[in-house]
T-cell receptor
Framework: AQSVTQLGSHVSVSEGALVLLRCNYS??????LFWYVQYPNQGLQLLLK??????LVKGINGFEAEFKKSETSFHLTKPSAHMSDAAEYFC??????????FGAGTTVTVRA | GAGVSQSPRYKVAKRGQDVALRCDPI?????LFWYQQALGQGPEFLTY????????KSGLPSDRFFAERPEGSVSTLKIQRTQQEDSAVYLC???????????????FGPGTRLTVT
């Protein structure tokens, strides 16, 4: 069975500051990992994905994530937060099949 | 449109009523998924179709929930005798063009927010 833990349900950052969202996973096999973003009253939009190629994955809107097998982590970062980054972020895992397991989400607020 | 669409976007049902939620996946996508997202939570898997075949319905919470995809395109999630605990956002996702490499990447619709009163 696979599962995802997102540390911190809320993160508040200043505009221009580093954004760091933490995700740890458990999986019985090498996983596929995803970060999705959800804006209010909208569906989930894929930010980036790890599919066993490069361990540092670059996504849209300046986000990137690094897969660390030894730490079973897939943390999401962005060097400089923008007001438009305020949203809810979900980490998800699938162990090489179709079913995504999501974390509980982290809400990001950006202070001017 | 190019994305996944869902209708209605909002549905209010009285307890005990039946509801039907529709999903139009991205054209050509083989796989279709339904997820339930309770307030403040991540989405939870409900069921999975490959074309018209329902290959996994392990996430359906009770036999009041039923999903179908009769022609391998549009899907309907039906909830009979709705209960207050059914209140949630129901998300549909699709993926996988026939013959393409498998990426497990799912494209989500905007969801249907169901409120049972």
């Amino acid at each position: 069975a696979q599962s995802v833990t997102q540390l911190g349900s809320h993160v508040s950052v200043s505009e221009g500051a580093l954004v760091l969202l933490r995700c740890n996973y458990s999986s019985s096999v090498p996983p596929y990992l995803f970060w999705y973003v959800q804006y209010p009253n909208q569906g989930l939009q894929l930010l980036l994905k790890y599919t066993s190629a490069a361990t540092l994955v670059k996504g849209i809107n300046g986000f990137e994530a690094e897969f660390k097998k030894s730490e079973t982590s897939f943390h999401l970062t962005k060097p400089s937060a923008h007001m438009s980054d305020a949203a809810e972020y979900f980490c998800a895992v699938t162990p090489n099949d179709y079913k995504l397991s999501f974390g509980a989400g982290t809400t990001v607020t950006v202070r001017a | 449109g190019a994305g996944v669409s869902q209708s209605p976007r909002y549905k209010v049902a009285k307890r005990g009523q039946d509801v039907a939620l529709r999903c139009d996946p991205i054209s050509g996508h083989v796989s279709l998924f339904w997820y339930q997202q309770a307030l403040g939570q991540g989405p939870e898997f409900l069921t999975y179709f490959q074309n018209e075949a329902q290959l996994d319905k392990s996430g359906l919470p009770s036999d009041r929930f039923f999903a179908e995809r009769p022609e391998g395109s549009v899907s309907t999630l039906k909830i009979q005798r709705t209960q207050q605990e059914d209140s949630a956002v129901y998300l549909c996702a699709s993926s996988g063009l026939a013959g393409a490499s498998v990426t497990y990447e799912q494209y989500f619709g905007p969801g249907t927010r169901l409120t049972v009163t």
